[in-house]
Each structure stands twice: as C-alpha cells, then as structure tokens.
C-alpha cells in the first residue's frame, strides 16, 4: 500500500514536471520574434529660431528666413535621410514637400527655410524623419508667427 502511494506522488510530479515545462515550452514559442530589430524613431519638440525678416527670397517676394532644430532618439543606430514636412498656414492652405538638405548633429535635426507671410499671421510646420529604411518617426510640429515687419 504504502509502495502504492509513493508511485501516484511519483507519477503526479512527474506529470506536474511535464505541465510545467509545456507551459514554459509554449510560452517561448508565442514570445515575440527575437530576430525582428524593435526600432524606432522619436522626434521630441520642434524649435525655431529667427534668422532674419525679409533677408531671403521667395517666388512671391523677400520673406524671413527661421531656422528649425528637432531633437530625435532612435532605438538603434539610425540615419535620418529625408524630413517630410507639411506645411499650413493660418488661412487653412498648405503643402506637402520632402527635405534633403539638412544636418545632423548628435541626435538633432537642423533646417532651414524661408517664408513669407504676405496675409498668413502664421505658418505651421509638421515634421515626421524618416530614415533609409523606411522607419518614420512621429510627427514634431511647431508654430511660427508673423513676425515684426516681416513681408
């Protein structure tokens, strides 16, 4: 009898054992894919600076010249290639452009551009970095106004 109960505690364990381990054995193979790199771009506030009223030209005449800086970090070594921008303007237009021509230093987008406001009192820039690979960042906006004698 008591050969009897130490088989069934024996038995028992071993099937707890068995559980255990299946559960732990799935458990990997549902576990997200460890050979997929998690990347990610993060553009954190867009600031501007004022770099001259009506110093630079526009097809529509002198306007002000701002330039832009976006503080980034990225989950991985990232090269930002390209900034998408949308740009409004306080009468409700806008456009869409792709930029190329700006720098990077240590994890901060630089750009410039000029605009002129002629009726608009503001401009909106919306910015989203996007990286050779495809990998976009969230979009980082900031607004500009009219600024003092400013065409």
Do not use: H
Request: hydrophobic share 30%.
């Amino acid at each position: 009898m008591e050969t009897k109960k130490k088989l069934e505690k024996t038995v028992t364990r071993t099937f707890q054992a068995i559980a255990v381990t299946t559960m732990l054995l799935l458990n990997l193979n549902c576990s997200k894919n460890d050979d997929e790199p998690n990347t990610s771009i993060e553009a954190k506030t867009q600031t501007f600076t004022l770099n001259g009223v009506n110093n630079c030209s526009t097809s529509s005449g002198d306007g002000s010249t701002f330039v832009m800086k976006i503080p980034y970090s990225a989950t991985t070594e990232t090269a930002i290639s390209r900034l998408r921008i949308k740009t409004v303007v306080s009468d409700g237009g806008g456009d869409e452009s792709v930029n190329t021509k700006f720098t990077d230093e240590n994890n901060t987008i630089i750009w410039a551009t000029c605009f002129r406001f002629g009726s608009q009192d503001w401009v909106e820039y919306e910015v989203v970095l996007e990286a050779d690979d495809g990998l976009k960042s969230n979009p980082s906006k900031v607004r500009v106004n009219k600024p003092n004698g400013a065409n």
